[in-house]
């Protein structure tokens, strides 16, 4: 099963009705993949729910199903969640490690410069 956590309403998947702080969790219950594989029985290989406040797409069975979302979504699938504290602490989130896909692919400069650091950070602790 693949996880895609997304931000836009538009559009989506069928989804189980969910209660307002804590979504879907309490229809996962104490066996989660259990849960899971009945919830795509009855609303279909491509489901919306939501973890919390999270909207998550879930994508089971057939393999060829979660291929072809990566192939039209692999922006959203390659970036990493727009969380607070990172934000803060690391820049607004434009160091290599939280950046989202589209700033590290427009910005051939700066990570190049973070590959030569990691690079050289490597080599000065193999000397030591």
Request: one cysteine or more; proline letters at 11%.
């Amino acid at each position: 099963m693949d996880f895609i956590t997304f931000r836009y309403e538009k559009n989506l998947p069928p989804s189980p009705w969910k209660l307002p702080v804590i979504g879907n969790l309490h229809q996962l219950g104490s066996h989660p993949h259990r849960a899971l594989q009945a919830l795509s029985q009855k609303y279909g290989p491509v489901m919306h729910l939501h973890f919390g406040s999270v909207p998550t797409l879930i994508v089971s069975p057939p393999p060829e199903a979660a291929q072809e979302i990566l192939k039209t979504h692999d922006i959203l699938s390659a970036s990493r969640p727009n969380l607070t504290i990172p934000n803060i602490l690391l820049y607004g989130c434009k160091d290599i490690s939280f950046s989202p896909c589209r700033y590290i692919s427009e910005s051939g400069p700066l990570l190049k410069v973070g590959r030569t650091y990691t690079h050289k950070g490597t080599e000065y602790s193999k000397r030591s």
